[in-house]
C-alpha cells in the first residue's frame, strides 16, 4: 500500500516535470518556431487570421531572398562562411602552440594565461572606434580578412582554455618519449600532440565558429558592403518602409541554421569550457 | 651543467611558441588601447585622425554629460536584474529538470538552441513576433482580451530584459546543469544513507559543491549583459529617447551618429577601466573561495 502510494506519487512528479521541460521549450524556442514556419508559408497563410499553424509549405520567400536585387543575401552567407572559417584557424593556430608551451614549460602560465582568459569579459566596443580608424589607414575596413582578424581575437580566449586543458591531459611520458627519440619541441608538438588533439580541435573549431559567426558589433562598425556578415545583413530586410514578413522570415531562418545544427554538437563543450576556465585558469 | 644548459634551451623554444599570440595580441589589443589612450586626450575627428593635445577636455566632457551616467546605470540595472532572473530560474530549473535529462541528452540540446542564435538576430525575430499589427504574440494575446503594445515606451524595457533572459537562462541553465551532473551518484546515495534527502540534501550538499559553477555564471552574465548591444541596437536603437541605451549602445552613437569622437573614445577609457576593476575583484573572490 506505502509503495503504492509512493510510486503514484513518483509518477505524477515526473509528469510535472515532462509539463515544465515542454513549457520550457516552448517558451524560450517560440522566436526561433513562429520565423521558421512563417518562412514557409505563402503571403495569404502569413496573414491569415488566427495565425495559421498548418499549411501547406513554399519555398517561394527563399528563392525571393537568393534573388533579391536590393539585398545581395547569397554573397552575405558567403561572407560569414569565410569570416568564420578563417577566424576559427588562425585562433586554432595561435593558440594550440602557446597552450602546449603554457603547460609543459610553465612559460607565461601565470601572467598570461588570466589575462588571456579575462579578455572575454571585456566590453567590445572599447576597441571600436581604434580599430575603424586602424582598418581606415590599412585598408582593412569592409574586408573579410579584417573582420576574420575581430574573429580570432574574440575566440582566442576559449580556444586557448579549451587546449590547455587538453595538453594537460596528455600524458607526459608520451613527450618524454619522444624527447628521448631526440624530437624537439616544435615536433613533438606535430607529431604527438597534434594527432590527439582532434576531439579537442572540433569542440574548439564547433564553438568557435557559432561564436564568429553570431558576430555583429564589428561587422555593423566596420563593414559596409563587401564584407557584409549575416548577422547584419539580415538587418537590412528590415527597413523602415516596413517589413516583408516573408523573405525576412526566410532571410533569419538562413542565418540562425548553421549555428543551431552545429550547436546541438557543441553545446555539452560550452559547459565544460566554461567550467574549466575556472578550475584550471 | 649540460642539464640545465638543456633546460634552457627547452624554456626558449617554449617561449618561441608563444611568441606569435603574444604578438597577435600586442598588435590588435595593445596597440589599438594606446591609440584609444593617445585620442582619449586629444581632438580626434573623422578629418583629424592623429589629433593634437588637448588635455583632459574629453574627460571634463564624457563625466559631465548626464547621458552618460543614464547609460552606465541601464547598463548596471539591466545587468543585474537580468543575472539575478536567469540564475534564479535556471537554478530551480536544474532541480525540476535534472532526473528527466540524465538519460536523454536531446532533450538538453533543444533547451540549448535560443543560445546559438546571434542576439541580432534574436532581436529582429522577437521585433518580427512581437509587432504590434501583425506579430503573433500580441494577436494571440488579443483574441484572449489582452492589448498589449510590447514594443511601445511602456512596455520596452521589461520587453528587452525578457528577451535577454529568454535567450540566456538556457546558458545559466547548461552551466549549473553540468556543474549538478558531475556531483556524483554515490555521495547523493551516501547522503541518502545518512539520511539527508529532498531539501536537507539540496541545501547541505547540492548547493555546496555547484557553488564555483555559480559564482562563473553569475560572472559571465553579469559581465555579458552589461555590454549588451546586439539585440536592443536591432530593437530600438537604444530609444525612445535614451530609455534603453546601454553603455555600449551609447558610445557607439557618441561614435557614429553624433560624431563626438573624442568624447566616445574617453567613454571607452573609463569603461576599461571599470571593467579591468571589476575582472580584479571578481578574480580575488574566486581565488579566495577556492
Do not use: I, N, S, Y
Given at each position: 500500500m506505502i509503495v503504492s502510494r509512493h510510486s503514484r506519487l513518483d509518477s505524477v512528479t515526473h509528469c510535472l516535470r515532462w509539463v515544465v521541460f515542454v513549457a520550457v521549450a516552448l517558451l524560450v524556442n517560440f522566436p526561433i518556431l513562429s520565423t521558421v514556419l512563417t518562412s514557409f508559408k505563402t503571403n495569404a497563410d502569413i496573414n491569415a487570421y488566427p495565425p495559421k499553424w498548418i499549411f501547406s509549405p513554399t519555398l517561394e520567400h527563399y528563392r525571393a531572398v537568393l534573388a533579391s536585387p536590393n539585398v545581395n543575401y547569397s554573397h552575405y552567407i558567403m561572407n560569414s562562411i569565410v569570416i568564420a572559417t578563417l577566424g576559427t584557424i588562425f585562433a586554432i593556430v595561435l593558440t594550440l602552440p602557446a597552450a602546449y608551451a603554457m603547460v609543459r614549460q610553465g612559460v607565461g602560465r601565470t601572467w598570461l594565461l588570466p589575462i588571456i582568459t579575462n579578455l572575454r569579459a571585456l566590453p567590445l566596443i572599447i576597441f571600436a572606434i581604434p580599430f575603424y580608424f586602424m582598418y581606415k589607414q590599412v585598408g582593412l575596413l569592409d574586408t573579410r580578412i579584417g573582420l576574420a582578424l575581430i574573429s580570432c581575437i574574440i575566440n582566442i580566449p576559449i580556444a586557448l582554455v579549451m587546449f590547455v586543458g587538453f595538453v594537460q591531459d596528455v600524458p607526459r611520458e608520451l613527450d618524454d618519449a619522444a624527447k628521448i627519440d631526440g624530437a624537439s619541441m616544435w615536433k613533438t608538438l606535430w607529431h604527438v600532440v597534434l594527432p590527439l588533439s582532434r576531439p579537442v580541435m572540433l569542440a574548439v573549431f564547433l564553438l568557435s565558429f557559432i561564436y564568429s559567426w553570431n558576430e555583429f558589433l564589428f561587422g555593423l562598425i566596420l563593414t559596409t558592403k563587401s564584407a557584409v556578415p549575416v548577422t547584419v545583413g539580415?538587418?537590412?530586410?528590415?527597413t523602415s518602409r516596413g517589413i516583408e514578413w516573408g523573405p525576412t522570415a526566410a532571410a533569419m531562418t538562413i542565418g540562425i541554421l548553421p549555428p543551431l545544427i552545429l550547436g546541438l554538437f557543441a553545446y555539452p563543450y560550452i559547459g565544460k569550457s566554461m567550467l574549466a576556465g575556472a578550475v584550471k585558469g | 651543467m649540460s642539464y640545465s644548459s638543456f633546460e634552457t634551451k627547452e624554456q626558449a623554444s617554449a617561449r618561441a611558441l608563444l611568441v606569435p599570440l603574444c604578438l597577435f595580441l600586442g598588435a590588435l589589443l595593445g596597440f589599438p588601447t594606446l591609440i584609444n589612450l593617445w585620442y582619449s586626450f586629444s581632438d580626434v575627428s573623422f578629418q583629424n585622425m592623429i589629433g593634437t593635445f588637448v588635455g583632459v577636455d574629453n574627460y571634463v566632457a564624457a563625466i559631465s554629460n548626464p547621458k552618460m551616467w543614464q547609460a552606465l546605470g541601464f547598463s548596471l540595472k539591466f545587468a543585474l536584474i537580468c543575472t539575478t532572473l536567469e540564475v534564479a530560474v535556471a537554478l530551480v530549473l536544474v532541480f525540476i529538470l535534472h532526473p528527466l535529462l540524465i538519460k536523454r541528452p536531446w532533450m538538453t540540446a533543444i533547451l540549448m538552441l535560443p543560445m546559438m542564435v546571434s542576439p541580432a538576430l534574436m532581436g529582429v525575430m522577437y521585433r518580427l513576433i512581437l509587432n504590434?499589427?501583425?506579430?503573433a504574440v500580441p494577436v494571440y494575446l488579443e483574441m484572449a482580451g489582452y492589448a498589449v503594445n510590447f514594443l511601445g515606451r511602456g512596455n520596452i524595457y521589461k520587453t528587452v530584459v525578457a528577451i535577454e533572459v529568454l535567450q540566456w537562462t538556457p546558458f545559466a541553465f547548461l552551466i549549473l546543469l553540468t556543474a549538478r551532473q558531475t556531483v556524483s551518484y554515490e555521495l547523493e546515495e551516501a547522503a541518502a544513507v545518512d539520511g539527508a534527502t529532498g531539501f536537507r540534501s539540496t541545501f547541505h550538499i547540492l548547493l555546496p559543491m555547484m557553488k564555483p559553477a555559480l559564482v562563473i555564471v553569475i560572472f559571465v552574465r553579469f559581465i555579458d549583459s552589461f555590454r549588451v548591444f546586439d539585440h536592443i541596437y536591432v530593437l530600438t536603437g537604444g530609444g525612445p529617447g535614451n530609455l534603453t541605451t546601454s553603455i555600449s549602445i551609447y558610445i557607439y552613437k557618441l561614435f557614429f551618429v553624433q560624431n563626438t569622437l573624442g568624447e566616445a573614445v574617453a567613454v571607452s577609457i573609463l569603461l576599461l577601466l571599470m571593467s579591468l576593476t571589476l575582472i580584479v575583484v571578481a578574480m580575488r573572490l574566486v581565488v579566495r573561495r577556492s
Open positions: 539580415a538587418t537590412f530586410f528590415v | 504590434e499589427f501583425t506579430g
